[in-house]
Each structure stands twice: as C-alpha cells, then as structure tokens.
C-alpha cells in the first residue's frame, strides 16, 4: 500500500537548471519587448534566442569568483550569445525583475500540477459520498458518540472543504501570479515601462501594479497561505481515519496489501502509517506558512532576508502539497469501509444515541424539558455503566412500544439526508 511516489515534474521546475532555464525565458521575454519596441534589431532578438544558452558547471565557476548568482547567469548566457548580442540582454533591469518574475512563473507551472491533482481527489471523495450516501454510522461530537449521520454525509463535508480550498487556492495563484520589470526601486529609471507590460504578457503574468525592487511579499504569504489550508484539510481527514481505524471502532481502514506488515513484532497490527505521515507533513507546511509570513517585514525597498527562506519553503511545500494530494488520494481510492461494524457502533447500550428523541416524545407527553432531561440522563448514564437504555426506559411505562419504536427509528435521522446532497451536483 506504500505508493511510490514516482512523479517528476513539480520536482523538475525547483530544480537548479531548470530554475536558471526560468531566468534565460524572463530575459528574452524582456528581449522581446525592446524588439516590439524598436530597440533591438530583430536579426539580433532571432540569433539570442536561437543561441542563448548556460552550463550550471560554468555559472558555478563564474560564481566561485563573483559571489552573485544572477551575474554568473548572465556572464555564461552572453558567452553564447557573443559580444553583439551580450549588450541587448537585461538591459536596464535589476536581478530581481528576473529572479521575481521568474518565481512567479515557477509557482504557477507547480500550481497546474497541483490543480489537478485537487481536482482528481475532489473527484475521488465526491464519488465515495454518493456511494456511502445512505451508509449508516455515528456522528460524533468530542469524540463522544452523538446522533446517527451517514458516512456518505461525512465525506459530503469533506467535499465542501475540499471544494472551498480549491477556490481559495485559485484566488491565492491569482494574486500571486505577477511579474516585475521595473528596475532598482521599481520606478523604471533606466527601461521604458511597456516593456514591463510586453514581457509579462509574453510570460502569460499580469504585471505588478507597483513593486518596489521587489514583488510585496503578501501575496506570497498569502498563497503559502493557502497550501497550508490544504494541508490542514488533509491532516484533518487523516486524523478522522486514524480514529475511525481504532480497534475498539473499526468503521474504516486504510488499504492493506496482501504482503504487508505492520509490526515488526506483533502480526496482527494493521496502522494507519499513510494517515500519519500526512498528519506529519501538514505541520512541516504550516510552518513553512510562518516563514513567509515572516518574510513580508523587509527593509525599506528591499534586502534578501527572504530570499534564503524561500529558497526552502516554496519548493518544499509545493512539491509537499502534491504529494500529499497524490497519497491520500490512494488513501481514499483504497479505503476499507466496515459497514457493519458502523451500524452496529449505532447500537451500543441499547441505542443511547436516540436520548434527545426520547426526551422529545416525553415532552410531546406533558412533561416538562427539565423532567425530561432527566429522566432519559438518567437511563442513559444507566446505560453507559452496563445496562440497556431502551429496556430502562420500558420499565418506566412512560412511552408505549410504539411510541419507543418511532424514537429509536433510524431512518428518521435520514429524511433531510437528499436534500443536503441535492446541493452538490452529481
């Protein structure tokens, strides 16, 4: 049941070459904007772009002596491209029009992968909760049994929130998905600003309204933001499957292979080992939430105190998110659904859980609320400490059979159950 998480891609944009292939696309999308403009030749904009290119061996040896890693970049990119074309390229830019706009660009393309898999789990819980519409089981309220739900219904809850961080998630890339060519201090001192305007659409970003040196680091706190809700939906799933696979419960359980071992001593444990880890890496992303929260305060214009944190929080978090996704997605696909050990956790204590319809009937019958309460507490906790709560009742002569058959009918929970569902399309 382990998945072997065998997926490249989101890993492949954070990666150090493809990070400066990044780079080299914001520096001709600038290229092809002075081009637009008439301030490159277009034989000259043809042979950067067809030449164009850098080793991460030469940039590492340029670096060693420089000490600035867009510099080597550079410095390697106008080896190849030759003397006359070396002049055409960044011109009037500063390192963070392309280390921005090109985080920008990395953070959508992740994003992409990320969507689809959201959608795919979207539609994996969705189908389960139209399956287990009508399933019965115990809702629970402290981890206390509390009324009878289904678990159709629950996972219709889980669909909600998922459908929700979707939309936020969206919000969240739109905000963050803006690009910068503005110079020292954002104010376009040394490039004419419709090359901001060209490059950005070029990239397919919106550009910045105002940046300083910079892109304002609140939009990236708030798209760590929304990862971190994610995450934080996922471990709360997980945690509910760790509890509904306890022993003493039994409703649900994570797949299990056929030659799977869950303890190195005792045969018998099954864990929720896939629930857990997930519960795990949700802590690692919120906290990198922090980090960028942290990195909104910079000085004055700019410095780099964010830059070294977000070198770690943002590759690590996405590729964090979509492998999470990507697992509890197998998780959920592979899920073990006991139904009958749901219903029969309805019927404990002789169906303590039907109290509030009971109090309801005795109500109904002239009692007061209070008399009520306490009368049903009191076989109720009866019941709790080894007795039977339908035959304390019985021996009340309170309520008939009948009337006792009506509080204790299931199905009574269930008569609004469609049109909740009636809300979400199938």
Known sequence: ?????????????????????????????????????????????????????????????????????????????????????????????????????AFALQIVDSSKIIEKELDELIKVVKNLAFKYKNTICMGRSHGVHAEVTTFGFKLLNWLDELERARVSFEYALKEISVGQISGPVGTYSNLPIEVEEYACEYLGLRPARISTQIISRDRHAKFMSSLAVISSIIEQFATEIRHLQKTEVREVEEGFGAHQKGSSAMPHKKNPVLCENLCGLARVVRSNMLAAFENINLWHERDISHSSAERIIFPDSLILIDFMLHRFKGVMENLVVHEDNMLKNTKLYGGVVYSQKVMLKLVDKGFTREEAYRIVQKHALDALNGGDFRKGLESENLLTNAELDECFDIKAYLKNIDKVFARFER
């Open 1 to 101: 049941m382990i998945d072997r998480y065998s997926r490249e891609e989101i890993k492949k944009i954070w990666d150090l070459k493809e990070k400066f292939n990044y780079y080299l696309r914001v520096e001709i999308a600038v290229c092809e904007a002075y081009a637009k403009l008439g301030r490159i030749p277009f034989d000259n904009l043809e042979e950067i772009k067809n030449k164009a290119s850098f080793t991460i061996e030469r940039i590492d040896e340029i670096e060693r002596e420089v000490r600035h890693d867009v510099i080597a970049f550079l410095t390697a990119v106008n080896e190849s491209v030759g003397e006359e074309n070396a002049k055409y390229i960044h011109m009037g830019l500063t390192s963070s029009d392309v280390i921005d706009t």
